[in-house]
Every structure is written in C-alpha cells, then in structure tokens.
C-alpha cells in the first residue's frame, strides 16, 4: 500500500520498549509485548512510524548521542525480526536546567513541546491534524494534542500512573501499543 501523508508518532520508553530509566545501551533494550506485531500492523498498511523521544540521560552525562544510535540501531534490528520497521527517530537531548553543555537549554523539542513533531512535518510533510500520537506519559498526549493529532495513552510504562492526570485530553486509552493500532486502524480515513 502506498505511504499515507499522516504518521503514527510513538513515544518509545514506556511504549514501544519496557522504561528502565535511562535506557543506555542495547543489552537493557526489551520490547514490551505485542509491541513489534503493532509496529509491523501499520507498516502493512503503509503508514509510516515514527519515534520521538525525550533523551535527557545525554544532557545528564548518562551515556552519549552515539549510545542513543546503538540502541536505535538495535531496536531496529529487534524489529526486522518482526518484519516491522521505524521510519525515522526523533529525539531531544536536551534538559532546562540539568547536565552538561551543550545540552542544558529550554528547547523547543522536548515533550510536551511539539518540536519533534515540526521536525517530522518539515522533513517528510506528514499533516499533523491527520496524525496519531502515542505514548504513556502526559506529555505524549500534551505533544500531540498540541498539533491537532488523535492522542492515544496507553497503560504500560507511566500509563497507569499517570492515567487521571491525562484524562481529560487524550482521545483514547488503550492496554497497550497493539490495544492503541487497533484504534488507529479502525478509525484512518483514507
């Protein structure tokens, strides 16, 4: 199926892989159940997935931007096992007041901001209003909510934690990413 002009945009710790807190390198990466089946359900339909990510451990000194590429690079090769794929990932590297330079600035990527999302719209023209967005915390769905996207939290991760503080604003709860692509597929206008 051709590619569409809208994305599925998902958080990816908490979401897409279990949150160990500040994820550093291959070896601590485990995807979350079902995740990789979802991934590959929407990329059977032609519907681009993307990542976008808060990374503060670089800002924090935890481990560097080229660890942060190992373990994309690995949860890309997880993936292909699944015969699913991530388009293009998006991350913010930066913290508003802890770490170290360059990375310590108020920046316009970092959740709840859209600027991963701006970014994604630049470089491949994806409408945004069309779009979903995914992910477990608040600021996933703040993110969203902010471009016009359909804004999905689901339960793994902060989800369940952080489930009353997001629900007046999200358009769907789901048990997980899968629960989420089920959603998504039933309501794509095409």
């Not at 990542?51 to 800002?59: C, K, L």
């Not at 990375?103 to 491949?124: T, W």
């Not at 769905?141 to 359909?150: N, T």
């Not at 689901?154 to 989420?180: C, M, N």
């Amino acid at each position: 199926m051709a590619q569409t002009d809208f994305a599925v945009f998902i958080d990816r710790d908490g979401t897409i892989n279990v949150d160990v807190d500040f994820l550093s390198s291959p070896s601590q990466l485990q995807l979350i159940p079902r995740s990789a089946e979802a991934i590959r359900e929407l990329n059977d339909l032609g519907i681009p997935v993307i990542v976008i990510t808060n990374q503060s451990g670089i800002a924090r000194g935890i481990y560097t931007e080229d660890d942060l590429n190992a373990v994309h690079h690995a949860m890309d090769e997880m993936l292909k096992g699944y015969g699913a794929s991530i388009l293009h990932y998006y991350y913010c590297p930066h913290h508003p007041t802890d770490g170290i330079a360059p990375y310590v600035r108020d920046c316009e990527c970092r959740k709840p901001k859209a600027g991963m999302l701006h970014s994604a719209r630049k470089q491949f023209g994806f409408d945004l209003s069309r779009s979903f967005v995914v992910g477990d915390k608040l600021i996933d769905i703040q993110a969203g909510k902010s471009v016009g996207a359909i804004s999905i939290q689901v339960a793994t991760g902060y989800g369940v934690r952080e489930k009353d503080s997001a629900a007046g604003i999200r358009d769907f709860y789901a048990a997980d990413l899968h629960d989420a692509v089920q959603f998504i597929k039933s309501n794509v206008k095409q």
